[in-house]
């Protein structure tokens, strides 16, 4: 198993999964009453949220309780199925649909789509990685020690993202355009940076493993 690359895999995954239930608990907190349209906001009347515009989401379901208690399931369901060990194609599979149902029933926009680039990144948790191991050990080494900086930064990106910027706001008063950005720019960033730096540290984690003769 590449160790850095399932590590960047769940990271993302449990992120995307909390904040689909994030959005849920919005949803469900506006009581059952109908929704004004298929887009909806989450948490449309508290100023903690109004950094993030209210925290937008889509519905085919026209109620906003039912809509909130669909999202937390289907993100609950996503967690633990994310956390089985080993998840093989089937799981896959699975956690694909259950982001597909996330986003038609109120688990917002960011959640599924970083959802689905942790899925993608766990097509790569067993491979062996030839294309990538063609570099030199030498290079490999430095890009392994970078990998933990990486990874740091990207998390710190989206802790930023969520609930950073709402937390300073709420705090300082502050309200800029860029308490947003510059996180959105960092944690989206970082994803691909982080991952190609994990896939030496695994290529040279693995080639320090001892080989199995049994």
């Known amino acids: 198993m590449n160790k850095a690359t399932t590590t960047l895999f769940l990271t993302l995954g449990v992120l995307a999964g909390i904040m689909g239930i994030e959005h849920g608990i919005g949803e469900v907190l506006e009581g059952y009453r109908p929704t004004d349209s298929v887009f909806i906001l989450s948490w449309p ?3 903690f949220f109004e950094i993030m515009s209210g925290e937008p989401a889509m519905t085919l379901i026209p109620n906003y309780l039912v809509t909130g208690l669909l999202a937390i399931f289907f993100s609950c369901v996503f967690l ?3 956390l089985k060990p080993s998840p093989d194609r089937k799981a896959i599979i699975v956690l694909f649909t259950l982001l597909i149902f996330m986003l038609l029933a109120g688990g917002g926009f960011g959640p599924p789509i970083l959802g689905m680039i942790a899925v993608l990144i766990a097509l790569k948790r067993n491979s062996p990685l030839k294309t990538w191991s063609k570099l030199p050990s ?4 430095v890009l392994s020690m970078l ?3 990486s990874f740091g930064l990207c998390l710190i990106g989206w802790l930023m993202l969520f609930p950073g910027a709402a937390l300073i706001v709420f705090f300082t008063g502050m309200d800029s355009a860029l308490l947003m950005i510059i996180p959105i720019i960092i944690a989206f960033g970082f994803i691909p940076i982080t991952l190609l730096l994990g896939f030496s540290r695994d290529i040279l984690k693995r080639k ?3 080989l ?3």
Request: glycine letters at 0%.
């Open 212 to 214: 199995n003769l049994s």
């Open 80 to 82: 633990v199925v994310l």
């Open 138 to 141: 030498k290079v490999h080494s």
């Open 147 to 149: 990998w933990p900086w």
């Open 45 to 47: 009347d508290t100023p």
């Open 208 to 210: 320090s493993e001892p």
